[in-house]
């Protein structure tokens, strides 16, 4: 049974890493993502990189999505950035706040995300596909539960079409969270975004970073396999391929990889699930 599956990048900080990005892209366009997004770094410091790969994506003729931080943003560089990606023939955004680089202020003309799509959608009518995000185990800086699905209705109804969420590996916190949001009228589908586990200690740093929780039996186990990398990558994706499995039946509308510019371990598991 085949879903849209779409993939993340970062963009690349050498040459070395460029090249080896581009064929970590052809090997996952063997199975016809639906789009591939590129990341921004804090403060949008790697801004230049992320359209350079964009601009790569889309001439190796693959639908590439953005992702746009408005964090230290005016509206007049919002603007030009929106006027640049136009040109490139990019149809899709991934609006976010973005995170405030160390010792920043909350400078800028854009306080929330909400902010930023409200003006894509009043400057730009449709011609963007504007993604979101979301936190089915909750943003790690929300003050509470309860604000942080109001702050993702809020980013919906100023004209979201849809939501991507943070990693997570409790199936029930996503579809808790798809039920809640859609009882306060936030309905755009919400595609499940997964993280491969390939290295429990990269996985370790990004969780605590983020707010995904690890389940303890997840961790415990991890723990156990020391610095056995083979036992922690076969592990993972059986992890990982029965989170998928359990959403694939459940029917969400599509699979989001985080695939940390690597290939092989999102390629195993859309394989197993014969997504492709």
């Known amino acids: 049974m085949s879903m849209p599956i779409s993939f993340e990048f970062f963009p690349p900080k050498t ?30 410091s790697t801004q230049e990189g992320t359209f350079g790969t964009v601009g790569e994506i889309l001439q190796e003729g693959v639908d590439a999505a953005s992702h746009f ?11 030009q950035q ?3 990606l136009r040109a490139m023939g990019v149809k899709r955004l991934v609006a976010l706040r973005g995170d405030l680089p160390s ?39 929300a003050k509470s539960a309860d604000a942080d699905l109001q702050a993702y209705v809020t980013k919906v109804k100023a004209g979201a079409n849809s939501a ?33 586990i390939t290295s429990s200690t990269q996985l370790m740093r990004f969780s605590d970073a983020c707010g995904a929780e690890i389940p303890r039996w997840i961790r415990l186990r991890l723990q156990g396999y020391g610095d056995d990398t083979a036992s922690i990558k076969s592990f993972g994706l059986d992890v990982i391929t029965d989170l998928c499995e359990q959403l694939r039946t459940a029917g969400v509308p599509g699979i989001h990889f985080y695939t940390m ?9 859309i394989q197993r699930l014969q997504l492709a």
């Open 15 to 44: 040459p070395e890493g460029a090249a080896k990005l581009r064929v970590t892209r052809q090997a996952l366009y063997a199975f016809k993502p639906e789009f591939c997004s590129v990341t921004f770094g804090a403060g949008g």
């Open 69 to 79: 931080s408005c964090v230290g943003a005016t509206k007049d560089t919002v603007r």
């Open 82 to 84: 929106l006027a640049t």
């Open 103 to 141: 010792g920043y202020g909350a400078g800028g003309e854009f306080h929330y995300a909400s902010d930023l799509v409200a003006f894509i959608r009043a400057e730009t009518g449709n011609a963007f596909h504007i993604e979101v995000a979301a936190y089915p185990e909750i943003h790690p800086q």
């Open 164 to 196: 991507i969420t943070q990693y997570f590996f409790n199936a029930d916190a996503y579809f808790r969270f798809v039920d809640d949001s859609a009882k306060l009228g936030a309905d755009v589908p919400v595609v499940p975004g997964i993280m491969p």
């Open 261 to 269: 510019n690597q290939a092989a371990a999102t390629s195993e598991i």
